[in-house]
């Protein structure tokens, strides 16, 4: 038996055999656990709405604080390795591939993610970068996963799924509360929040937090030099302004900084740069007020705005500065005892000034991106509330492809209180980002002779070229026709009580994409754009440039366990299953696009025990498989995580995590060929906390 799978045998055994009916403290954790109240957990993220679990007509799953807790994570991707139906793989130290139900990659593009209802959605390349969307994980309330598309809702690039990662409010986070520790990879890290009145009908708090975390390596003794750190301030407060309105103001700034290996092409000899520790330095803020009024039962009219402010550059020269204004305004209405409104507008613009080196340009440096939407979903309730039809659309105007539509069709039968079926058919879309409209990206130099060696079709262009004795720049080119991608979604689900211990959640969809991005040698008698020249370096220029011609079918199932063998004692478990089959347009080749279909196991698989011991100890253990990504050369992998707890007193909490426990180290995902970076490997890693709540 090889070492790894003695360990998670070790560990499963562990979990089990300290079991104990004896009643602690530390099962005040589980107050929130009882199978029949996971059911009434409420959500909002599926219909704009406060609604149960159990009335979601759609594939949401919820974390909420204690699963967040115990868990033992530090960020919020890692708590997503706890979803079903996610795929969230590291990169380096720094940065993840996250996405859900396919096209998976550092630069996954068919997600999106809010933090309390705000945007953090770059339109750089249609994604989010991870490494500064944080916040005190005390904090979080719970985080709502919505697989498949919410843009009947959120709007457009809401396409495989959203995230909605929802703080407390600053009346449950009144008093002190200091957590710190370190470790092995966690070098450092504290975090402080403090929440007190602010008046007969107001509250606040502020927090505080700085980490320091360890580089990855390339190999068991070789750093891979992606260590990174940053620092993070906030606030939150609210109002009552009377009887019927309240007032929320909340806002966030960062300051951090990360290192990463990165090979840049360079325009003379040996024509490429290999930088060790790039360092990128990333800032941030943002603000929201958010105005709610209850004009009667089933009546609320609700304002939000927010600004968006972040800068991130690297010392090779290139950099983005982005601002983003956004305005909603919702009414929810009930029109009658049977049929519920909502309707709304909204307005966002995008500011973007990014500043060029060699390997990235822009042919828009400085460009301002509005969007104008509306939206509107009824909701009719029959048979005494145990059939619901909801129907709706969203409908929005951007600067890249005009009028978009996005509408879903949804049933939701209870037959009783302990089962609900539901299905869906979803139109979605996901409309140009900035690096498919105008960015330039090269990824090498080479001679003309060496131009079929990366692609034969490239031969065909060598007549083109305006230098006839320059070497090459090749790279990637957006184009302003790139169109938006499209989806059309049918979803089939259920999700019920079994037993008394025992709750399941299963769903399973079909997606048919049209659209999808490719990358392809064009005839520069076609696209002008293929074809370039750099005076300044004498050099050629030979771009791929950004098309629409790839379509697919996209088809799984997934499914989450909720089981409490015992009283102090209760697991949280997933399986998913995934399959894409991807086909190019005639006459289109390229096997990189191609490539999707093999970067997302087939099958995945997580649980996580969490056992209340006796005197006041809590044990956690999260086993985790997943099957092997071909596109990317990683083979099938399980690992581990474990944490004990231990509350000598109400107040104080002491805890000890290993994570990635059952290998040395492992690399869970590939480089990414168009930025050049280099790719480390997740070490095993212990560390300790203290958390303190006076």
Known sequence: MSLHKSWM?????????????????????????????????????????????????????????????????????????????MEVARLDSNAWAVTARGFNGRFANKLLVLIDGRSVYSPLFAGVNWDVQDTMLEDIDRIEVVRGPGGTIWGANAVNGVINI??????????????????????????????????????VRVYGKYFDRDHFENTPSDSGNDEWDQGRVGFKAEWDLDEVSTLTIQGDAYKGEILGSITDPTPTPPYSSFNAEQQTDMTGGNAVVEFRRWLGDDNVMEFKA??????????????????????????????SDSFDFIWGLGYRLNSSDIRSDFAVSTVKPAEQNPVYSAFLQGQLSLLDDKLRFTVGSKFEDNEFTGFEWQPSARVLLRPDETNTFWGSISRAVRTPSNAEDSIRTLISVVPQAGLPLIDPALAGLIPFLPCATCDVAFGFAGVDSYESEELLAYELGWRGK??????????????????????????????????????????????LTSANNMEGEVYGAEIAAAIQPTDNWK????????????????????????????????????????????????????????????????????????????????????????????????????????????????????????????
């Open 498 to 543: 079994v037993t008394d211990r025992l709750n399941l959640d299963i769903a399973a969809y079909f997606n048919d994409y049209d659209n999808l991005r490719t990358t392809e040698v064009i005839s520069p008698l076609v696209n002008p754009t293929t074809i370039g020249f750099d005076a300044a370096n004498l050099l050629n220029q030979v771009f």
């Open 166 to 203: 929802i703080t407390k409010s600053a009346v449950d986070t009144q008093g002190t509360l200091v957590s710190a520790g370190g470790g092995t990879y966690e070098h450092g890290f504290v975090s402080v929040r403090q929440g007190t009145k602010i008046s007969e009908s107001g509250h």
């Open 571 to 694: 697991i949280r478990s997933g399986y998913n299953y995934i399959k894409l089959d991807l086909e190019l347009d005639a006459g289109v080749t390229d096997p990189a696009s191609l490539g999707f279909e093999h970067a997302s196991p087939h099958h995945q698989v997580f649980a996580h025990s969490m056992v209340d011991l006796p005197a006041n100890f809590s044990l956690d253990t999260i086993l985790r498989w997943k099957d092997r990504v071909s596109d990317h050369d990683v083979d099938s992998a399980w690992n581990a995580d474990v944490r004990i707890a231990w509350k000598p007193l109400e107040q104080i909490e002491f805890s000890l995590v290993g994570q990635n426990l059952a290998t040395p180290s492992e690399r869970e995902f590939g480089n990414n060929v168009v930025i050049g970076n280099a790719n480390t490997r997740a070490p095993r890693g212990v560390y300790g906390k203290i958390t303190w709540t006076p």
């Open 306 to 335: 927010y600004f968006d402010s972040t800068s991130r550059g690297d010392d090779g020269g290139f950099s983005e500065k982005r601002r983003t204004i956004d305005a909603t305004f919702q009414h929810n209405v009930a029109l």
């Open 9 to 85: 045998i070790g560990l499963a055994a562990l979990s089990f055999a300290l079991l104990a009916p004896t009643h602690s403290a530390a099962q005040d954790d589980f107050a929130g656990f009882d199978l029949e109240a996971l059911m009434d957990v409420e959500v909002f993220s599926v219909s704009k709405k406060a609604q149960s679990l159990a009335d979601s007509a759609a594939a949401v799953y919820v974390l909420n604080q204690q699963d967040i807790k115990r868990s033992g994570a530090t960020t919020i991707p890692e708590l997503l390795r706890l979803v079903p139906g």
